[in-house]
């Protein structure tokens, strides 16, 4: 993709993405409901990506050439990859008429990585580069209680814990 940053009919900033995506996931869940008060649900997640990119920044005129000390290119090339396994469980009780009982759980373990960096490939110089892995894990979950007047209402009163794992920058690198 092309994005021609400031629209003016000189090279100012614009960016040309070649990016390659590949993804891969698959879940398990076995549930338990016989139409009685209280029922469940575990299941277990697997997700592997990759993105591959190769970026090329543009500049003939203007304020980013004089950044770049009067070269035209800068170009970002690297590969970022996610690996992550998950396993959950949901109970709900119907521990009243018309009152429920909502337990939740997961476990998260994830694995990010990057391998890269930011280039002038005019002078064959590196601005930055790196080749890092983090892992991230976390146990969340939510308790509640649900209380359904009628059919088409529903009021609840929740405390959740949520998790959302870290990520790397992919964007131009200058430090």
């Known amino acids: 993709r092309y994005i021609d940053q400031d629209a003016l009919p000189e090279v100012q900033q614009e960016i040309q993405y070649y990016s390659t995506i590949e993804a891969w996931s698959q879940e398990f869940r ?67 008429d018309q009152l429920n009982l909502v337990l939740e759980a997961r476990y998260t373990n994830e694995k990010k990585s990057l391998d890269g960096g930011t280039y002038l490939p005019q002078v064959g110089a590196t601005l930055a ?24 209402a529903l009021v609840e009163a929740l405390v959740s814990q949520g998790f959302k794992y870290g990520g790397e920058l992919g964007g131009f690198a200058t430090n």
Do not use: C, M
């Not at 005129?61 to 970022?80: D, H, K, M, V």
């Open 129 to 152: 580069e790196t080749d890092d892995s983090t892992t991230y894990e976390a146990l969340s979950g939510k308790v509640g209680v649900e209380y359904t007047p009628t059919d088409d």
């Open 30 to 96: 076995l549930n338990h409901d016989a139409g009685g008060d209280f029922t469940w649900l575990i299941g277990a997640n697997y997700a592997e990506d990759t993105l591959d990119e190769d970026t090329l920044l543009l500049t003939d005129t203007g304020l980013l050439r004089a950044t770049l000390g009067g070269l035209t290119r800068a170009q970002q090339l690297y590969i970022q990859s996610t690996e992550a396994i998950a396993v959950f469980g949901r109970s709900d009780w119907a521990f009243a």
